[in-house]
């Protein structure tokens, strides 16, 4: 008990130190702008030596975040210079995202025994998948019709459909469907096309299957490399608060405490929708489940900040996949139904592309109907999958319209030239 006090004592008082800091500059302006700078920064060191203290990777990645953030603003030149460290992170995790679903998968299906009971798993996850994703759409209409963030920008509206036609040549659904299925293995690997690896590692999976006893060595070769993988997951995630903070450094210095401002309504407007979802949608369905939430949320914890402080989905397969094994879900059921997860079940991604959608319809004074917006959403219902792990290329290109757009909208709105 006495240890545990301590660890508290210290944190609270790291904690007082970085509240004071944050509390001194803001209210004392630049006389005393050195001494605010100076109590976070021993408030971070605290938390360091508490994040030491309790040998957590989580623990760790969180005082990263705080100490990228303060980097950013402290010493921007030297935060800019910090981002060559998340692109090796990001690189390695690159590196172990495809060989990782290839053997999880073909070990998952094989080695399940029973196809039947592998296609009743499949076909109630995508059902799954298609409802919550639905949802998850309906939730970001919803929130930014609410919120109205883009209304008053004044951006004409030529500009921004000019900025969405040029980034978003017309895709027809048979493209789309004809490109799930991989003309080469070795050529969707390098071009970190999932959702071709996921079909060929289910096809493969179900084959060797069918070859009984006969498949055995393939089979062992593929738990082998899962395992593989795995190991070589433990050994990258060691860099994670290293390339975490310098992410969130990089991203504070280039881009400031200004653009967070002025996004602020529409940045506010999508975590408010997020814990909508998550309070309204994935909440009942772990009770439903009866599935422990604190137990689940705490087993999610450090996947969920690795992702949001990379800002890739990818970032966090491999330790998710581990943490679910380790929550006491059975292998073969991460093995399958997470990778395709990662294609087809893109949640926070769909309340985003609706939002997007719909704040630069509003941004550029266009007025959308009830029966326009709800065919937004069919549309999205379809472009949303497999958006979660490093685009490839040809997704780039033909669904970068949100994205774009919005960033076109922005640029016009401060009047600086789009890069």
């Known amino acids: 008990m006495e240890k545990m006090s301590l660890k508290h004592r210290l944190l609270a008082v790291a904690v007082g130190l970085l509240v004071a800091g944050i509390a001194v500059g803001l209210a004392a302006g630049p006389a005393l702008h050195g001494v605010g700078v100076a109590l976070r920064w021993v408030g971070i060191g605290l938390l360091g030596v508490f994040a030491v203290w309790r040998r ?13 953030v303060e980097l950013g603003l402290d010493a921007p030149k030297v935060a800019v210079g910090l981002r060559f460290l998340s692109d090796i992170f990001l690189r390695l995790i690159k590196t172990i995202v495809g060989p990782l679903i290839l053997g999880t998968l073909i070990s998952g299906i094989a080695g399940h025994g029973d196809l039947k009971g592998v296609g009743r798993m499949a076909w109630k996850s995508l059902v799954y998948f298609e409802v919550v994703t639905t949802l998850a759409l309906v939730i970001g209409l919803v929130a930014i019709n609410v919120s109205k963030a883009g209304v008053g920008m004044s951006v004409p509206a030529a500009a921004a459909s000019a900025a969405s036609a040029a980034s978003a040549p017309m895709i027809h659904w048979q493209e789309f469907v004809t490109h799930i299925f991989p003309e080469n293995l070795a050529k969707s690997l390098v071009e970190g096309q999932i959702l071709q690896v996921s079909v060929f590692a289910v096809l ?14 393939m089979l062992r070769l593929a738990e082998s490399l899962a395992e593989t993988m795995f190991k070589f997951t433990n050994i990258v995630m060691y860099f994670a608060p290293v390339a975490v903070g310098a992410a969130l450094a990089y991203t504070v210095a280039q881009s400031g405490v200004g653009v967070l401002v002025n996004l602020g309504k529409l940045i506010a407007t999508y975590y408010v929708a997020l814990g909508v979802l998550a309070l309204g949608v994935m909440v009942p369905v772990l009770l439903l489940c009866r599935v422990s939430v604190k137990g689940f949320a705490k087993a999610v914890a450090e996947p969920a900040s690795i992702a949001f402080a990379t800002s890739a989905s990818e970032a966090a397969l491999p330790r998710g996949m581990e943490a679910m094994e380790a929550f006491g879900v059975p292998r073969k059921v991460v093995a399958f139904v997470i990778p395709s997860g990662y294609s087809f079940n893109m949640d926070g991604a769909s309340v985003y592309l609706t939002m997007a959608a719909i704040f630069v319809a509003q941004a550029s004074g266009m007025h959308l109907g009830m029966g326009e917006q709800i065919s937004i959403v069919l549309i999205l219902m379809l472009a949303s999958k497999g958006s979660g792990l490093a685009p490839p290329s040809w997704w780039a290109e033909r669904h970068t319209w949100a994205k774009c757009s919005t960033v076109s909208v922005f640029m016009k709105a401060s009047g600086s030239e789009e890069p």
């Open 56 to 68: 957590s990777v989580t623990v760790w990645i969180v005082v990263a975040m705080v100490a990228g």
């Open 204 to 217: 493969f999976g179900i084959a060797l299957a069918m070859l009984g006893e006969r498949g055995a060595p």
